[in-house]
């Protein structure tokens, strides 16, 4: 089993050393091994987990919701199966709510639009720069 020291976990997660480190203490990573003296040693289902992680922080999920699902997504034993419509559910409406995060960006083009507009009406009014330096 290949293992990651936490500065190759953090480069090839994309977080940072503290934030593997807080994700630990506030428990959406969890059971990362230790080597004898100590020190986290990440394998490749913490690096896949951590890709989960990434998606949902990069797409804006809560904090909260996070939790919420990684204590879903991370319980063990014979009730993990009964959490699968309650985390389908928690995915189903943060892709709602980035869906509409989606659709409220798409008005940026109108909002590029009106800016362009308004620079044209400014450099309309604005006299030209060689006659201002002719007068002064």
């Given at each position: 089993?290949?293992?990651?020291?936490?500065?190759?976990?953090?480069?090839?997660?994309?977080?940072?050393?503290d934030?593997?480190?807080?994700?630990?203490?506030?428990?959406?990573?969890?059971?990362?091994r230790?080597?004898?003296a100590?020190?986290?040693?990440?394998?490749?289902?913490?690096?896949?987990?951590?890709?989960v992680?990434?998606c949902?922080?990069?797409?804006?999920?809560?904090?909260?919701?996070?939790?919420?699902?990684?204590?879903?997504?991370?319980?063990?034993?014979?009730?993990?199966?009964?959490?699968?419509?309650?985390?389908?559910?928690?995915?189903?409406?943060?892709?709602?709510?980035?869906?509409?995060?989606?659709?409220?960006?798409?008005?940026?083009?109108?909002?590029?639009?009106?800016?362009?507009?308004?620079?044209?009406?400014?450099?309309?009014?604005?006299?030209?720069?060689?006659?201002?330096?002719?007068?002064?």
């Amino acid at each position: 089993m290949t293992t990651y020291a936490p500065a190759d976990a953090a480069r090839r997660s994309g977080f940072s050393l503290d934030t593997l480190r807080y994700y630990e203490k506030i428990g959406l990573v969890r059971g990362v091994r230790r080597d004898a003296a100590g020190r986290r040693l990440y394998d490749d289902a913490d690096l896949d987990w951590l890709g989960v992680l990434r998606c949902l922080r990069d797409t804006g999920m809560p904090i909260a919701a996070m939790r919420r699902y990684a204590g879903l997504a991370l319980a063990t034993g014979p009730g993990a199966v009964a959490t699968v419509p309650e985390r389908l559910a928690l995915l189903e409406a943060h892709a709602e709510h980035v869906a509409s995060t989606i659709e409220l960006l798409h008005q940026q083009e109108h909002l590029a639009e009106k800016i362009e507009h308004y620079r044209g009406l400014v450099r309309d009014a604005d006299p030209a720069p060689a006659a201002a330096g002719a007068a002064g």
